[in-house]
């Protein structure tokens, strides 16, 4: 059981330059979510996905954009990258019911210089 | 007002002592706590949820107390390997949100 996957692990990027963050899990979770964690910041949510077919904005989404391609699978886009993107981002899922614990993706080191 | 809240530390502590996290959440309306445990460079895990009741699990012992919105993490006997960045989690409808998390390093 693999659990939640990212790819790619590493990537840098130039300034302009696009990319698609990869996420997947294998826990037939219905809800799934992309952070970035910057130093002293905390993990801040850039988008979420609540079910299959529908997306919502978190609290930093500017710069990027998602699609939740089915039930597994989450990615993250960004279109023109831009220096302050440099960061980790996480993929994390979970089962909405009473214990609704996430579980999270090993995360992509991201660099745009 | 951050959604969580908890001191950055650091905290450097002895093999043996004991060590206490706080944390306070502002949405009273929120539903489940989390302590996650983040090492170096990786992702956070679960370390243990939090209820109202009180729960330990071996050396840890969490505590939620709605009424003042306050969660707390207490670490019993410290080991080297529990070293780590230790984050306050609150889920509040369909999000989650993080406090910047506590930095424990223990010293042999």
């Known amino acids: 059981n693999a659990g939640v996957t990212q790819t790619p692990k590493f990537q840098v990027l130039k300034t302009g330059q696009s990319m698609t963050l990869q996420c997947a899990q294998d826990?037939?979770?219905?809800?799934m979510y992309w952070y970035r964690q910057d130093p002293g910041m905390g993990l801040r949510l850039i988008y979420y996905s609540a079910s299959e077919g529908t997306t919502d904005k978190g609290e930093v989404p500017n710069g990027y954009n998602v699609s939740r391609l089915n039930k597994r699978e989450f990615s993250l886009r960004l279109e023109s990258a831009a220096p302050s993107q440099t960061s980790v981002y996480f993929c994390?899922?979970?089962?909405?019911?009473?214990?609704?614990?996430?579980?999270f993706g090993a995360g992509t080191r991201l660099s745009v210089l | 007002r951050k959604e969580v809240e908890q001191d950055p530390g650091p905290f450097n502590v002895p093999e043996g002592a004991t060590v206490a996290f706080n944390c306070t959440y502002s949405n009273s309306a929120s539903q489940s706590f989390f302590w996650y445990r983040q090492d170096c460079r990786k992702e956070p895990k679960l370390l243990m949820s939090v209820y109202s009741s009180g729960n330990e699990d071996g050396r840890f012992t969490a505590q939620l107390n709605r009424a003042s919105q306050y969660i707390s993490l207490l670490i019993r006997d410290s080991k080297l390997s529990d070293s780590a960045t230790y984050l306050c989690?609150?889920?509040?409808?369909?999000?989650?949100?993080f406090g910047t998390g506590t930095s424990l390093t223990v010293i042999p």
């Open positions: 994390a899922s979970n089962l909405v019911r009473e214990e609704n614990i996430q579980y």
């Open positions: 989690v609150v889920n509040t409808g369909n999000q989650f949100y």
């Open positions: 826990m037939n979770h219905n809800s």
